[in-house]
């Protein structure tokens, strides 16, 4: 029975994002004003909005958004929220049921895979509108297989390197010299001799230590094998995929035991109250700390992941999108559309900024001016890569990086040694995928 | 019946294993008391101060917040919503199948009580995809997608399905132990079969309705798993899925959760309270040859 | 005696002298409207019995043996046993879980079950306390799964009450959900907070049908209560103790919630339930799950036929 695994319709995962142009677009063109009106604001009547957040912060946030809309065009919103786990382990039927009429998402295969299924709807009607304050390399963040646009961008983060400025002090150490893996060791002794962890590390939920991964892959190997081995166009057994995890074996003397105990949470616990010295995360979190408090929140800082193959240096970076998407099978689909025209659109971008929550907006219209040194660097970090990728789970297969992948990765954390029959179990499991 | 005098020998004997059962008690309520207790306690405070620091502010503020944040009087309409019936339509359907099983002796009656009983036992993710279709189609005929799938309703059917089968049990177990003379004195009076059931029958049956009523009470107040794949709209599920909201994405506030755990549980507390002496008194299982 | 004693406990029920002669047994003719009171009494239950339990239990059975993303019905291939093929072959996780649910099993069926069992019969002897002891050991049968996780997060997370005990913080604590070697147990004890007390309750109730005489006269005999336990009580118990059993096992098969509260849907403790969902629910879905409901279902097959076999004997006398 021969599956034609390459033909995982993600074509090619990750984009080429050029780093001008990411530049220009995060730069912020001022005359946020100037944008048309008519983005979003007709007679559509009532409709629903699904938020995979019951978070303070980003709650908030879109909060914000859905009164901006109510206010300016009249129509109600009825505001959904449901816990983030539940709400993707309920997607598929989420969308083949009653779902609401737009709803909070996220770019890659992920989003693609469902427009590939009709569970979305067309969107680019809404992109000629407000398609020229997105870069191009957002827009082909959210172009489904068919070439249509199924997505609306709302924010980005990078996954990078995060301390405490004030523990590197401690250490002597200024964060943006630890450009290399043997900066980077150096560092991490430093941390362990002073009886820290230097390399918080969770894994609870199965998907964190994907970032990793990642990034591993992408210093040691390259994008281009990266992606080819999300697509399965190059092989788990590979002795480069070994590679990855030999370097990453070296990093578990100085994580923290309680790898498979703790999720994404409690490792910025342990970077929040002082107890771990790094931790390789995506930059969302922000908020956490500032809610923490403001000098909490001024001490965290990000640089990209070490070098370690000088052939590659650190040209790529996990980045993934958030955003909206529209419901097929919603009652509304234009008042969806509408919506997220709105929502697109720098003036709901606004509202949600104007909550003083942080957040990296995917608008070219965000006034950059106004990021405070966190935000600024986590452009900066961005800035500097070439290449940009989504993250494991939404770079490849979902029936692959949930249920194979992510146990993978936590029984290798149980047991490192086992690393070649994890490898050949993986690649046996990615030849035994059903055809798509 | 009270333990019969039997010497010391195993008076003392009693007494250790009174004692033994006692401290194993109050090892077993202890996770409770101790969730009830963090509860009354700011989150803040045990952070900054410690697990086991002295409480400097000590009240039912928790509570207040959970109120607020969980929109509680929703969701806890919510399971009423779908427990009430749930309980009602279970101890119904079982004491019919009960009664014509038990009282009429029928060729398919020990198919019924097996299919019945055999389809408490399958695990419910074997069911749960063609039943999420069912409902969708259902849906689409009467032209409301909402009828069965994201309905209290849909949840409710389940459960009657899947719970029919204990109730059926215990409640031929039960009625087998009321003599048939009853039944044969109403058919000579010439009782229609629903008088018989209504007004012979179901009078007699108060015992084990009473504590089948408190079982299916807990059980299907305590499931999530149905209302988690069957409802869409987090504001319609019951209060056990109101606990996944506030557990939120990033970080959590354990004491205002404790609060909130507590007062998602207290219903099936007060019912359990209110009713634990005929709770035990009015079940039976099995039929013993006495 | 001992039975109609029970009957008679809410003293409604009089006995009617046996003093008229034994009606003979001949089939009634129904009438019309009893024919449909019937008709009705007994359908409506088993059609939705049948439409929601079993048709689909059967569909699943069928989706196991194709391809499928669970959304649009064009897209069914009949696979064949590839999925099962996957599972046996490719699946190391798979391995895993059945150890966790054998592991499971062996623990409710050594020490959780006994416990209720000989629990049940110390609080019907009516020794000092029972009355609270019946209430404390069901307590936590009656909480949901949800709130019985929140409380042993509490006890248990890296920064909750028993590292806090040992001195230990968030940087150095014991992983009791996270460490392999000990997470299985850690849920077991869990697991048998609850399961302790309903097994205890089950007993209870067929306790009390036990005819007291029996254990009067091994009383009068010089039995002690271990004795008259084992030798007059466990035998007369027959009929619950296959239910005590059966429950037990299936119990253990179809563990899910308590996992799914605390790890969701990651593999951190990977036991068949988790692995139906995780295949069959949510964006990655696939009829891997369904064949893993059917392999859940076989193995629980055992357990329900031979408690079906028990009832049938039984309903036939």
Redesign the interface.
């Known amino acids: 029975m021969t599956t034609d695994q390459n033909k995982v319709r993600g074509a090619d995962v990750g984009y080429t994002l050029n780093r001008r142009e990411l530049l220009i677009g995060a730069a912020g063109v001022a005359g946020a004003g100037a944008l048309l009106a008519a983005c979003g604001g007709g007679e559509v009547g009532p409709l629903t909005f699904g938020a995979r957040t019951v978070d303070e912060s980003p709650t908030k946030q879109l909060k914000a958004l859905v009164a901006a809309y109510e206010a300016k065009t009249g129509n109600t919103v009825t505001y959904n929220a449901t816990e983030s786990n539940a709400f993707q382990n309920n997607l598929s039927q989420y969308l083949q049921g009653t779902p609401d009429d737009a709803f909070q998402w996220m770019a890659g295969y992920r989003m693609q895979f469902f427009a590939e299924q009709g569970l979305l709807v067309d969107l680019t009607d809404v992109w000629d509108k407000i398609g020229d304050q997105y870069s191009e390399s957002y827009k082909i963040a959210s172009t489904g297989l068919d070439g249509k646009q199924y997505f609306i961008p709302q924010s980005w983060y990078p996954w990078g390197m995060h301390f405490r400025k004030s523990m590197l002090a401690e250490l002597g150490i200024d964060p943006d010299g630890i450009y290399n893996w043997d900066d980077f060791m150096k560092m991490l002794d430093g941390m362990k001799s002073k009886g820290l962890i230097g390399f918080a590390a969770a894994d609870k939920g199965g998907w964190e230590a994907m970032g990793t991964f990642d990034i591993l892959n992408a210093r040691i190997n390259g994008y281009q094998f990266h992606v080819d081995l999300m697509a399965g166009r190059e092989k788990w057994t590979d002795a480069r995929t070994a590679e990855v995890f030999k370097y990453w074996e070296m990093l578990v003397p100085y994580m923290n035991d309680n790898v498979l105990d703790l999720e994404w949470d409690g490792a910025m616990q342990l970077l929040l109250q002082k107890k771990a010295g790094a931790m390789l995360m995506g930059s969302w979190f922000g908020g956490n700390f500032k809610e923490q408090s403001d000098a909490d929140y001024e001490d965290l800082w990000i640089i990209p992941f070490p070098e370690i193959n000088p052939e590659h240096k650190r040209d790529t970076i996990d980045a993934p999108i958030d955003g909206f998407c529209a419901a097929k099978n919603g009652a509304n689909n234009d008042g969806g559309k509408d919506f997220l025209a709105f929502a697109g659109d720098m003036e709901g971008v606004q509202a949600m900024l104007d909550t003083g929550v942080p957040m990296t907006s995917a608008n070219k219209g965000q006034d950059t001016s106004t990021y405070d040194a966190f935000q600024t660097q986590q452009l900066a970090v961005m800035a500097e890569a070439k290449y940009i990728t989504q993250f494991l789970d939404r770079d490849t297969r979902p029936d692959f990086a949930g249920p194979i992948v992510g146990p993978a990765l936590q029984s290798w954390f149980k047991n490192p040694k086992d690393v070649n029959k994890i490898l050949e179990s993986l690649q046996s499991q990615w030849d035994a995928l059903p055809p798509l | 019946?009270?333990?019969?005098a039997?010497g010391r020998k195993?008076e003392v004997?009693?007494?250790v294993?009174?004692a033994f059962?006692?401290v194993f008690?109050?090892l077993?309520?202890f996770?409770?008391l101790?969730?009830l207790w963090?509860s009354f306690r700011p989150y803040s405070e045990i952070r900054a101060r410690?697990?086991?620091s002295l409480p400097e502010r000590f009240g039912l503020f928790n509570y207040a917040d959970a109120i607020d944040r969980m929109e509680l009087p929703t969701y806890l309409w919510n399971s009423a919503l779908i427990t009430v019936p749930a309980v009602f339509l279970t101890l119904l359907?079982?004491s019919?199948?009960a009664?014509?099983v038990s009282r009429?002796?029928f060729k398919f009656?020990?198919g019924?009580?097996?299919?019945?009983?055999?389809?408490n036992?399958?695990?419910?993710?074997?069911?749960?995809?063609?039943?999420?279709r069912?409902y969708?189609s259902i849906g689409d005929l009467v032209g409301n997608?909402?009828f069965l799938?994201?309905s209290p309703w849909g949840v409710v059917?389940?459960h009657?399905?899947?719970q029919?089968?204990f109730a059926t049990f215990v409640l031929s177990s039960y009625m087998k132990?009321?003599?048939k003379?009853?039944s044969?004195?109403a058919?000579v009076d010439g009782a229609?079969?629903?008088r018989h059931?209504r007004s012979v029958m179901l009078?007699?049956l108060?015992?084990p309705l009473a504590?089948l009523a408190v079982l299916m009470t807990?059980w299907i107040?305590?499931?999530?798993?149905w209302a988690?794949?069957l409802m869409?709209?987090?504001?319609k599920r019951p209060i056990?899925?109101a606990?996944?909201?506030?557990?939120?994405?990033?970080?959590?506030d354990?004491n205002l959760?404790?609060a909130g755990?507590m007062i998602?549980?207290l219903p099936?507390?007060i019912v359990?309270?209110v009713l634990?002496r005929q709770?035990?008194?009015g079940?039976?299982?099995?039929?013993?040859?006495? | 005696m001992g039975r109609s004693a029970a009957a008679l406990s809410d003293g409604k029920l009089k006995r009617t002298t046996a003093a008229s002669p034994k009606r003979p047994r001949r089939r009634r003719a129904f009438s019309r409207s009893d024919r449909f009171t019937l008709g009705v009494f007994v359908g409506v239950p088993t059609a939705i019995h049948l439409l929601l339990v079993w048709i689909p239990a059967t569909l699943t059975i069928y989706l196991s043996f194709t391809y499928w993303t669970g959304i649009n019905y064009s897209d069914i291939t009949w696979a064949g046993l590839a999925n099962y093929d996957n599972i046996f072959t490719k699946t190391p996780l798979f391995y895993d879980a059945v150890r966790n649910n054998v592991i499971w099993l062996v623990w409710f069926a050594l020490i959780s079950t006994p416990a209720g069992v000989l629990l049940a019969y110390q609080i019907d002897r009516q020794i000092r306390g029972h009355r609270f002891y019946q209430s404390a050991y069901y307590f936590p049968v009656v909480l949901s799964l949800a709130v019985t996780g929140i409380i042993w997060n509490f006890m248990l997370r890296s920064d909750g009450f028993i590292n806090g005990l040992i001195g230990r913080d968030i940087s150095n604590a014991v992983s009791f959900f996270g460490n392999y070697d000990i997470n299985i147990y850690v849920i077991m004890v869990i697991a048998s907070w609850r399961h302790v007390g309903y097994i205890m309750l089950l007993y209870l109730a067929g306790l009390k049908a036990v005819d007291p005489t029996l254990r009067e006269a091994a009383a009068i005999d010089g039995a002690t209560e271990w004795e008259t336990f084992r030798k007059v009580v466990l035998p007369a118990m027959r009929p619950v103790n296959i239910i005590i059993v059966v429950i037990t096992i299936i119990e253990s098969l179809r563990a899910f919630d308590i996992i799914y509260v605390i790890y969701g849907t990651s593999a951190g403790l990977p036991i068949l339930g988790v692995l139906v969902f995780q295949n069959i629910a949510g964006e990655g879905a696939s009829m891997k799950g369904a064949a893993y409901a059917v392999i859940l279902f076989v193995l629980s097959i055992g357990p329900i036929i031979a408690y079906l076999r028990q009832q049938f004997r039984e309903d036939v006398s």
């Open positions: 019946m009270s333990v019969v039997r195993q004997k009693d007494r294993i009174s059962i006692g008690a109050l077993w309520l996770p409770i101790w969730t963090s410690g697990t086991f359907f079982g019919l199948i009664f014509v009429y002796s009656n020990v019924m009580l097996l299919l019945f009983t055999a389809g036992l399958l695990p419910a993710q074997l069911v749960f995809i063609p039943v999420f069912m969708l997608r909402r799938f994201d059917l389940i009657v399905a899947f029919m089968g132990t009321i003599p003379e009853i044969e004195s058919l229609s079969v629903f059931y009078p007699l108060r015992p504590s807990t107040y305590n499931d999530f798993f988690l794949v869409s709209t987090d504001r056990t899925s606990l996944g909201r506030l557990t939120g994405e990033y970080v959590t354990y959760l404790a755990a998602a549980a099936t507390l359990f309270f634990r709770f035990v008194s079940l039976t299982l099995g039929s013993t040859k006495g």
